[in-house]
Every structure is written in structure tokens, then in C-alpha cells.
């Protein structure tokens, strides 16, 4: 194989595995909200209901 047949093989198979990767990672480090956060999100939520918005 010549190094530009190498190349588009990084870029084929390789590219979408960093993608993969990248994914994974962001998804390990999201915070999750606490029981507080997720009472407070949801009481705006129901005052902007009833404020019509």
C-alpha cells in the first residue's frame, strides 16, 4: 500500500471510530442534575405554563 492508500484508510475507518469515541466521552462526563436542580427546573417550567408562555 502507498502512503496516500494509508491515508484515505485513517479516513475511512479511523475517522468515524474517533467520532465514536468523542461521543462516548461526552456522554461518560455529563453532570446529571441533583433531586434540588430537577425540582427547580420543573417548577419554572410549570410557572411559565401558567404564565402562557
Known amino acids: 500500500m502507498t ?3 494509508y491515508l484515505w484508510f485513517f479516513a475511512v475507518a479511523g475517522g468515524p471510530l474517533v467520532l465514536a469515541l468523542a ?3 461526552a456522554l461518560l462526563r ?3 442534575l441533583s433531586r434540588e436542580e430537577k425540582a427547580k427546573r420543573d417548577e419554572r417550567t ?3 405554563y401558567r404564565e402562557g408562555r
Do not use: D
Open 23 to 25: 461521543i462516548i466521552y
Open 30 to 32: 455529563r453532570r446529571r
Open 46 to 48: 410549570r410557572k411559565l
Open 3 to 5: 502512503a496516500s492508500e
